[in-house]
């Protein structure tokens, strides 16, 4: 699955899911594209039917 804004995208997100978990796979890669340079977090959260399966996030080192 790939992630696309205006500011970013993440390439490569594989997840992988088991009755009670999702894991995320290595692999994925982060390219900032033509907008805003200056991003401070990254937020991915997910659901499924309205089950919070998913929250991940990435601040700036």
Known sequence: MDISTDNFQINNINFVATSNHVYLAGGYFLKLT???????NIIIDGSVSGKRLLDIGIVEP
């Not at 033509?34 to 401070?40: A, D, F, M, R, Y």
């Open 34 to 40: 033509e907008g805003n340079k200056s991003i401070n």
